[in-house]
Structures are given as C-alpha cells and as structure tokens.
C-alpha cells in the first residue's frame, strides 16, 4: 500500500518532467530509432518474442495435439521496443541465454544457466575503454548493494538486460535523463516487492527519509539520487560507489554554492565551461536556476558598487548635518 502510494508521488513527479522535456530528439534516440534500425537478428528473436513479447501467448500442445492460449507472467514480458533501442539490441536473445531455449516447454535446468557479467564481455577491451568499466566494477564492490550479490544482486539490476540504454553520456534533455537514472533506483526502493526479494529489512520509504529536504519534488526533478549518494570521482563519469545513507549529502551549500557538487556530478562532462555571461556555473542555467550556485559576478560587483554609493550618500548627509550645526 505504501509502496504504491510512493511510486504514485514519484510518478507525479516524474510526469511533468516528461512534459518538461521538448519534441527535440536526441541523436542517440535518433539512430536508435526502431523505424530506422533493423536488428540482424529480428526474425530469430521473433522466436522469443512470440511468446516474451507480450501478455499472451499460444503453443502447441503435444498431448491434446492442438493449441492452447496462456498468460505469460508479467516479469517474464520483454518490451520489443525498449529491446530495440537498448545498447545491446544487435544481439540475438540466444547470444546471452541457451539455445536450448528456442524447445518450448523450456528444459528446467535451464533456469540455473550462468549468465555473462558486464566484465566478461567488457574487461579489458581498449574499445570500452573510454567507460573504465573496472574502475566502475570496484567502484560496485565497495557500495552498499554489494553485500546483496549473494541473494542475486549484480549490475543487471540497474542495467536492465532488455532495454537499458546509455542517457547521460549523450544527454541532450538533463531532465530526461534524471528521469531515467533515478528510474532505475526507484524499480526497488519505490516498489518494496522488488525490495524485500533482496533483503529483510523493512521498507525504507523514500518521501519520509527526504523530508528534511524542502521543495522535495522540485529537488527530485533536477537532480539524481546518485548526486547524494555517491562518493565523487574522477575516474568515471558516473560514480558507482553508493555511501551508506548516514553518509548522504545533506548540506544545502554542496550545491547552493560557487562550488557546487552538481559540477562534478550532473553536470561534469559540460562542467568545463565555469562562466558563462558573468554567471558561476553557468552550464547549469541551460536546465535550471540553482539558488547560490548560479551567482552572477556582475550582479555581485554592481550591488557591491550600489552598497558603495549608499554608503557615500550617507556619509555625505551625516558630514553636511554636522557642517550645517
Ligand atoms: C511458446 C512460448 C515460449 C517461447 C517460444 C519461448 N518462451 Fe521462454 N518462457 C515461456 C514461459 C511460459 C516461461 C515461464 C515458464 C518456464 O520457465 O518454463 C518462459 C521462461 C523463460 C525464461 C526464464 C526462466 C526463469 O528463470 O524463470 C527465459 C530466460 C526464457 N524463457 C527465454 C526464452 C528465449 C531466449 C526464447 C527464444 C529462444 C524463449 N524463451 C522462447 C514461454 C516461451
Ligand atoms: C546482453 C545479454 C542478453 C540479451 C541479448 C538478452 N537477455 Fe534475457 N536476460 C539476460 C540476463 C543477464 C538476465 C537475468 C537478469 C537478472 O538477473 O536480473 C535475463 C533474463 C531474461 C528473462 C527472465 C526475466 C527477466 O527479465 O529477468 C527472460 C524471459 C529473458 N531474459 C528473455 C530474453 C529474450 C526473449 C531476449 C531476446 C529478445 C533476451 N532475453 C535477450 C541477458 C540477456
Ligand atoms: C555478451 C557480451 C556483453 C555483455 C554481457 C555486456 N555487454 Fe555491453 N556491449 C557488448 C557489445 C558487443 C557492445 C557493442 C554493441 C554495438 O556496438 O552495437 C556493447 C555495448 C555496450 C554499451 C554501449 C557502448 C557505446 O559505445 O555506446 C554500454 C554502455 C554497455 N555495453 C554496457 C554494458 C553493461 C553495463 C553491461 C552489464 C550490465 C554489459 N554491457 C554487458 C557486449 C556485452
Ligand atoms: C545501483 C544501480 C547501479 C548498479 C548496481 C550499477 N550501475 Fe552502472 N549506472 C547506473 C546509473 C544510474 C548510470 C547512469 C546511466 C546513464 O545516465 O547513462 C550508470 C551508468 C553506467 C555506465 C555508463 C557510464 C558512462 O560513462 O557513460 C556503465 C558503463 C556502467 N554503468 C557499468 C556498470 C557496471 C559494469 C556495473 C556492475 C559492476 C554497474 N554499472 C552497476 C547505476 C548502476
Ligand atoms: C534491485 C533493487 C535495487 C536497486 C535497483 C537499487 N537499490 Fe538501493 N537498496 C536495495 C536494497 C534491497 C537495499 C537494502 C540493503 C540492506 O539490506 O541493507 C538497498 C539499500 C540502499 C541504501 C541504504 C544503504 C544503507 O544501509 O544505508 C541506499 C542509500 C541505496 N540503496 C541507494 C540506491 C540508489 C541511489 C540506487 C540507484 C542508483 C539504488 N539504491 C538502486 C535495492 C536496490
Ligand atoms: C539532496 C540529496 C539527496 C537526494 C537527491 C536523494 N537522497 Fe536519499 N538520502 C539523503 C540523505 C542525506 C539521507 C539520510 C537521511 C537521514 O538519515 O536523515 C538519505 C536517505 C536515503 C535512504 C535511506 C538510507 C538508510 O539507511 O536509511 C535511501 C534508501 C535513499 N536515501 C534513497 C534515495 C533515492 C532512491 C533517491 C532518488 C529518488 C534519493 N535517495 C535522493 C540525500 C539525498
Ligand atoms: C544535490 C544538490 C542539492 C542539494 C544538496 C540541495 N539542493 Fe536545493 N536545489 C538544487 C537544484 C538543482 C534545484 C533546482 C533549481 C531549479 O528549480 O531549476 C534546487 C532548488 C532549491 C530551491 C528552490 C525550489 C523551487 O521550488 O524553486 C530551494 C528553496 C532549495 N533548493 C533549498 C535547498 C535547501 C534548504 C537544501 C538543504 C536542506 C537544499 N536545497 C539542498 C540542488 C540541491
């Protein structure tokens, strides 16, 4: 109940942000486009997605001999065009699952098939290069879902198999991006089904542990949960080592300030042009106006030389006062 009324809340935040967002396409979308991109492997994963692809399916019943029409479990449905516009869509589902998967009713072993981590296909290869991949991996092994490995925590959890796809890198719409990263976070801490199949512990409840944070939804909407809580790093341009919550940002001057964190977080891969029109941080601007980060070097020196004025005009009346008596 809780975590629907959580995912409720977090959905409306989510939904302006979505309208937020203009008609402009990023590049990536463009060329991930589905209209636009043929997978080689379409027809074969047709296989699958007969089946996979939607709330329904139909086989062939040996033993009556003709077909029968089932539901397919709702955790089992992979969206095609998600799948299409995912890194990986140019692989085949057999690629990563066994072949034997194509023979339906699927052989029951099959359910303890290993499957391949990021670094198995990642490590090491001077083409990923520019992603530090093992930097990313210790990175994971030092944060706090780590210890979670052993009741099935691994990369895929954030980096869904079927759609996850690159935002941040390629980010044309910040907001969008915010969008799907914090997304990713809240699968689980804004659905405690999903939660409690890793842990025991009780539901954490997400509005309630931020309510010290004013104007929450506003705050949810410009940054990521990643920004709070992560260690910054230089290596890698999105941090994975997430500190435990006592460890969390909570001062408001690590971003409403000159220094803000937000330049070396969400906004490090612009974060190289600092001023822009006289204003601190100036990349910033270009999605939102941070109170104290967005501080303008002329406005500051024209209230200072306003200050200065005052301060000569009341001089000036005090010293006239004691020349008139
Ligand atoms: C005729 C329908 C059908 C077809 C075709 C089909 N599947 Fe399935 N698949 C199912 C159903 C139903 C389940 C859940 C029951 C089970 O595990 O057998 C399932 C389960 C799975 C699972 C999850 C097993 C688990 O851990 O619970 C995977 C992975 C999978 N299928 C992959 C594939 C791949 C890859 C293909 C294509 C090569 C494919 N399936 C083709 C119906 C189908
Ligand atoms: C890049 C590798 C990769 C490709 C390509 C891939 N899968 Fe998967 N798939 C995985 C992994 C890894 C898991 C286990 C996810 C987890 O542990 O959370 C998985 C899980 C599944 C499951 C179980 C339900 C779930 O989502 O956890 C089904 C069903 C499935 N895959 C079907 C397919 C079908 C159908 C295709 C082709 C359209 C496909 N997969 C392509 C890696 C892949
Ligand atoms: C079975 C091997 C395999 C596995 C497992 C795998 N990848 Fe990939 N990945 C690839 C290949 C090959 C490409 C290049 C696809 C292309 O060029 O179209 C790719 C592309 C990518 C890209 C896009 C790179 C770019 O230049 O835009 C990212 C990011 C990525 N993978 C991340 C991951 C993450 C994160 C995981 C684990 C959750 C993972 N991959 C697991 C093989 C794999
Ligand atoms: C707790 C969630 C979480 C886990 C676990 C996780 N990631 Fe990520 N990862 C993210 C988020 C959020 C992003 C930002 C996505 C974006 O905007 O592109 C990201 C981005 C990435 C990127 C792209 C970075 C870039 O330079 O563009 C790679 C590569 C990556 N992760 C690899 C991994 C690998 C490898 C693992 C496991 C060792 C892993 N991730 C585990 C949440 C996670
Ligand atoms: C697949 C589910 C899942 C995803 C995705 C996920 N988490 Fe978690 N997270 C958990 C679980 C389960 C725990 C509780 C761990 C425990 O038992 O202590 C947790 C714990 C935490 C904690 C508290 C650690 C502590 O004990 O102080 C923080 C902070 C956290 N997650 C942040 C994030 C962020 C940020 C993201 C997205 C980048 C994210 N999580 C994505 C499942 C998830
Ligand atoms: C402005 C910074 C900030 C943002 C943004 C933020 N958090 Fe937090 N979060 C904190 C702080 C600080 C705490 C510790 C609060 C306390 O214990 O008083 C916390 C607590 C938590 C906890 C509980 C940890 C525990 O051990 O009790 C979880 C889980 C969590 N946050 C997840 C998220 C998720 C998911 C998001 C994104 C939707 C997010 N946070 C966004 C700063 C932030
Ligand atoms: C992780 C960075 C971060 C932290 C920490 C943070 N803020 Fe913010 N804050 C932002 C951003 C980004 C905005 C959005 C500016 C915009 O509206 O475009 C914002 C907006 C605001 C606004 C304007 C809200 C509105 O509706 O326009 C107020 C007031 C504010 N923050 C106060 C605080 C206070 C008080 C704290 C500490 C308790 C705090 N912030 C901590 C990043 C942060």
Partial sequence: MQSTWIAFCFGAFFIPASLFSSGAKTENNMINDTTTYKSPYYK?????????????????NENLGHNI????????????????????KDFSCIDCHSADYVNFPHNGKLRMEQM?????????????ARFNFEEIQAQYQKS?????????????????????????RNSEDIRE???????????????YDRFKLLT?????????????????????????????????????LVS????????AVKKCNECHSKNSLLMSTLYKFQS??????????????????????????????????????????????????????
């Fill in 200 to 236: 025991d512990r009780e539901e954490i409840n997400i509005v309630r542990k931020h309510d010290w944070l004013p104007n929450q939804e506003t705050h949810f909407r410009n940054v990521r949960c990643i920004e709070c809580h992560t260690a910054v790093s230089d290596t890698v």
């Fill in 144 to 168: 706090v879902h780590y210890k979670l490995e052993n009741e099935g925590f691994t990369c895929w959890k954030c980096h869904g198999p079927h759609d996850y796809r690159i935002s941040i």
């Fill in 240 to 247: 994975h080592l997430i500190l435990p919550g006592a460890q």
């Fill in 272 to 325: 190289k042009e600092q001023r822009r029109y006289g204003f601190y941080n100036g990349i910033i601007l270009n999605q939102s106006y941070v109170i104290g980060a967005n501080r303008n070097e002329f406005l500051n020196l024209l209230s200072l030389v306003i200050l200065g004025i005052v301060a000569v005009i009341v001089i000036l009346h005090i010293y006239f006062r004691i020349i008139r008596k």
């Fill in 44 to 60: 074969d994963n047709e296989r699958c997605f007969k089946c996979h692809g939607q709330n329904q399916y139909e086989y062939l």
């Fill in 116 to 128: 391949f981590n990021c670094l198995d296909c990642h490590g090491g290869d001077e083409k990923f």
């Fill in 177 to 191: 991006t915010i969008v799907y990263d914090n997304n990713i976070c809240l699968q689980c801490h804004a659905n």
């Fill in 69 to 88: 029409k089932a539901l397919m479990y709702s955790e089992l449905i992979i969206d095609r065009d998600k799948f299409y516009k995912a890194n990986h």
